[in-house]
C-alpha cells in the first residue's frame, strides 16, 4: 500500500540554495534537500487501485501556463511545541488554483476532503521534543537572512514515501505536466 502525495519538485538549484539554513538547531532532523518539495495534496495509505484512479484522475488536469513559485522567510508549525521548520511559500493565486485543482480531482477519485488549510512551503527539518520554542525562536533570529528564491514550475509529482516518521526519501511516481 503506497503512502501518496502530491507536489512541486524543488529545482536542483533552489535546493543547493536552501543548504545554508541546515544546522545550528538542537532537535533538528534535516531533510535532504533532494527530497525538497511542496506539497499540493497529502493522499495517505492507499490501495493500489486507488493509487491509479487517482493517476488516471490527475491525467485530467487543465492545461495552464508553468507559474512562478517564490519562497520568501523561514517559519515553524507548532508554535508553543514546535514539531517543523521550513521555507515559507508566497501564496500566489495560480499556487492556490492548481492546489485547488488537485483537491477536486484527488477527491473525484474517491479520496477523502482534506480538512487541513493549505499552507504553501518546504520542510527544512522535524523538530524533535527537545527543540524548544526558545531555540527556534534563537535559530531564526540568529540565522542567514533569508534572501527570496524564486522559480518556475511546469508539472506536478505524484511522489511515494516509505513508512517513516516522515522526510524522505521520496520516490516520483509519476509527472504530469500543466503546460
Do not use: C, N
Not at 515553524?76 to 521555507?87: E, K, N, V
Not at 499556487?95 to 477523502?112: M, T
Not at 524548544?132 to 524564486?150: I, N, T
Amino acid at each position: 500500500m503506497p503512502r501518496l502525495f502530491t507536489g512541486l519538485a524543488i529545482p536542483t538549484e533552489i535546493a543547493e540554495a536552501l543548504r545554508i539554513y541546515r544546522g545550528g538547531l538542537p532537535g533538528a532532523r534535516w531533510i535532504e534537500p533532494a527530497d525538497y518539495h511542496i506539497t499540493l495534496r497529502f493522499l495517505g495509505d492507499v490501495e493500489v487501485p486507488m493509487a491509479e484512479d487517482v493517476l488516471e484522475a490527475m491525467a485530467e488536469m487543465r492545461v495552464r501556463p508553468a507559474l512562478t513559485v517564490t519562497l520568501d522567510g523561514l517559519g515553524i508549525f507548532g508554535g508553543d511545541r514546535p514539531r517543523a521548520l521550513y521555507a515559507s511559500v508566497v501564496p500566489s493565486p495560480e499556487l492556490i488554483d492548481i492546489q485547488a485543482e488537485q483537491e477536486r480531482l484527488v477527491r473525484r477519485a474517491g479520496i477523502e476532503p482534506e480538512r487541513r488549510k493549505f499552507t504553501p512551503h518546504v520542510t527544512l527539518a522535524r523538530l524533535k521534543r527537545d527543540a524548544s520554542p526558545e531555540a527556534v525562536a534563537m535559530y531564526l533570529s540568529q540565522g542567514p537572512a533569508f534572501a527570496p528564491l524564486s522559480f518556475a514550475a511546469d508539472r506536478v509529482t505524484v511522489f511515494s514515501a516509505k513508512e517513516s516518521t516522515g522526510g524522505g526519501p521520496y520516490l516520483a511516481e509519476a509527472e504530469l505536466s500543466f503546460v
